[in-house]
């Protein structure tokens, strides 16, 4: 169920509940201490939440290992010689935001780079304000030669700030994007990608919203993947 227009998120599941809209419910866009998650458990309403939290509470859950996936983006684009590495990640209220920042740390760290500044954009910003950031930053002289896409969508408008600034991709600079649908490697081969199985990800919360509702073991209802190389 959408957001209902101008409610807050946890406006818009009471509204579900105190309707009794839905039997269960899949929360998106998961924060550390979230309070829809809380108001849910609280009153015993079966839901999923694709990502995970911080809190006290062990929600059934789904999600990409996005930590991994940083660690890896490093890691390919330490072995094409590129050391000024930048993260194009979610804002910061996410708890995908951690799990990416602790993957940069951590392959930073072992991989002995310096890490690059934060980035003045997200994923969550407009296509047009990533684009105009992107060549503003790709027209500086202490400038990223790499940086790591958490979105598909977001990467192009990077690639186009990129090639606004008179850089080309796989010389001047490399990017590993995240995708969930194969449309990078046909938008610029050059862009080095990691899937994600959205649709998956779609029947593994149905399974586990379900599972909720049957009140199934915790430990049945709780996933994180990452694709094999």
């Known amino acids: 169920t959408p957001y209902l227009k101008g409610n807050s998120p946890l406006d818009t599941v009471k509204y579900i509940v105190e309707t009794r809209a839905a039997d ?33 509470i062990e929600p059934p859950y789904h999600d990409f290992d996005n930590e ?3 660690i890896e983006g490093i890691k390919r684009l330490t072995e094409k010689k590129r050391s000024r590495i930048a993260l194009l990640g979610p804002t910061k209220n996410l708890t995908f935001f951690d799990h990416a920042m602790a993957g940069y740390k951590n392959g930073i ?5 310096k890490p690059f500044p934060e980035l003045k954009f997200t994923i969550d910003d407009s296509l047009d304000k990533i684009e105009t950031e992107a060549q503003k930053l790709f027209q500086k002289k202490n400038r990223p030669d790499a940086i790591i896409s958490m979105n598909g969508g977001s990467t192009i408008a990077l690639c186009s700030g990129i090639e606004k600034a008179g850089l080309k991709l796989g ?4 990017v590993v994007s995240k995708e969930t649908v194969n449309i990078l490697p046909r938008f610029r081969p050059q862009i080095d990608t990691v899937h994600e199985d959205i649709h998956f990800a779609g029947s593994e919360l149905a399974r ?5 509702i049957q009140n199934s073991e915790i430990r049945t209802l709780q996933s994180v ?5």
Request: aromatic share 10%; hydrophobic share 35%.
């Open 24 to 56: 269960g419910i899949i929360l998106s866009r998961i924060e550390p201490n979230d309070a829809r998650v809380k108001y849910l458990h609280k009153r015993k309403i079966p839901f999923a939440t694709h990502g995970r939290t911080r809190m006290k």
């Open 68 to 70: 991994k996936f940083v």
């Open 109 to 113: 760290k072992t991989y002995k780079l």
């Open 171 to 174: 010389k001047n600079v490399d």
């Open 208 to 212: 586990i919203v379900i599972g909720s």
């Open 225 to 229: 993947v990452y694709p094999e190389s």
